[in-house]
């Protein structure tokens, strides 16, 4: 596993890193703990040195999770965690929060479950638009200050939120969603990113599991998955959307190598400050998703993917209603 740096900032991490969210959230019932644990250090055997958490996880349960699993090299990877998000006491998001005194309380909290002393990578998990971004990044400022946190990031935030944050303190990483199956970063997010020097992290660089050729138009999602509600992902869309996933199969059968590979080798071939951070509950998916890193693009091959997944029109919205109102442009 090579590594790579995000943007123009110190911090290295391993070229695929592991998103930890579905080890607890989002994809059905969580994982026993001792399998979470697990499939985290298999990915660190694998190479992977970076891991993507959030106290909304759960809630608290993936930090919790995360913590203990990379405890015994914990000096050797890079952990990222999220702050921004109200939460009730069920445990449910309930809104946003990023007031300061709010983003320095989330922070403390984190470092404790996460059994650290510092957080390598903070991100704000929403824009609040009730909080001026200068006020976040300066909390967040802080925090740096403090020797709590080392590196600040934003999450699915638009370019002038993004300008106005890296003013007050540097943004080593934006973490949003990107993989062929949602492209628009490319308009007005990357050439910013590139432009001031901020790494990327894409989430769902498999396109919450589409990618890989495994979900159907008649797969039943369990009870709890979040992809029940995502337009993109009803029944009917994905009828439709399965002839991207059919472009992308046929490409990846000519390199010997499988959809999901493919996708990721297609993320990684973009940028050299890109990071996509796939997850899976699986040891098998992992190293499926790591052999990606043994894909080699060339740019004709890029170019060619890109166009002829470009010639299909992708149906539905990435998130519902409520969710959707919560991404900044």
Same mark, same amino acid.
């Given at each position: ?11 290295? /991490? ?15 019932? @969580? ?10 250090? &298999? ?15 759960? #809630? ?16 050797? +990877? ?27 309380? /989330?922070?403390? &909290? ?15 998990? $929403? ?8 006020? +976040?990044?300066?909390? +967040?400022?802080?925090?740096?200050? &403090? ?26 990483? !934006? ?22 020097? %901020? ?11 589409? !990618?890989?050729?495994? %979900? ?12 029940? /509600?995502?337009? $993109?992902?009803? $029944? ?10 059919? +472009? ?8 010997? #190598?499988?959809? #999901?590979?493919?996708?990721? #080798?297609?993320?990684? &071939?973009?940028?050299?400050?890109? /990071? ?8 098998? $998916? !992992? ?9 080699? !693009? ?23 209603? @409520? ?7």
């Amino acid at each position: 596993m090579q590594k790579r740096k995000l943007g123009k900032s110190s911090l290295e /991490v391993s070229e695929i890193g592991f998103g930890c969210m579905g080890l607890s959230f989002g994809f059905g019932p @969580a994982v026993e703990k001792q399998q979470g644990i697990s499939i985290i250090r &298999a990915a660190y055997e694998r190479g992977v040195t970076f891991f993507d958490t959030a106290e909304i996880y759960g #809630a608290y349960t993936n930090e919790e999770l995360v913590g203990e699993a990379v405890a015994p090299f914990r000096k050797n +990877v890079v952990i990222a965690t999220k702050f921004g998000f109200k939460i009730d006491a069920a445990g449910k998001q309930a809104g946003l929060d990023s007031r300061p005194e709010h983003i320095k309380e /989330v922070a403390d &909290a984190s470092l404790k479950r996460l059994k650290t002393d510092v957080i390598d990578l903070l991100y704000q998990h $929403r824009v609040d638009p009730n909080v001026p971004i200068e006020d +976040v990044a300066g909390a +967040v400022k802080d925090l740096i200050k &403090a020797g709590k946190v080392k590196h600040f990031g934003l999450s699915e935030a638009g370019v002038q939120v993004i300008r106005r944050a890296h003013v007050v303190q540097p943004v080593t990483a !934006l973490q949003s969603e990107y993989s062929l199956f949602w492209r628009e970063p490319e308009e007005q997010i990357l050439p910013t990113l590139e432009e001031l020097g %901020i790494g990327f992290v894409p989430f769902s660089p498999l396109g919450k599991g589409f !990618l890989t050729g495994s %979900i159907k138009a008649d797969t039943k999602f369990s009870d709890g998955d979040f992809r029940n /509600v995502v337009p $993109r992902l009803s $029944r009917e869309n994905r009828e439709t959307n399965q002839a991207l996933v059919d +472009v992308l199969t046929e490409f990846a059968q000519k390199k010997k #190598a499988t959809p #999901a590979q493919v996708a990721i #080798a297609w993320i990684l &071939a973009q940028k050299p400050w890109i /990071v996509p951070i796939p997850g899976t509950t699986k040891l098998h $998916r !992992l190293e499926e998703n790591l052999g990606a890193a043994n894909v080699t !693009l060339s740019p004709s091959e890029v170019k060619q993917l890109t166009e002829l997944t470009s010639t299909v029109e992708v149906k539905g919205e990435r998130y519902p209603e @409520a969710a959707q109102r919560m991404i900044n442009r």
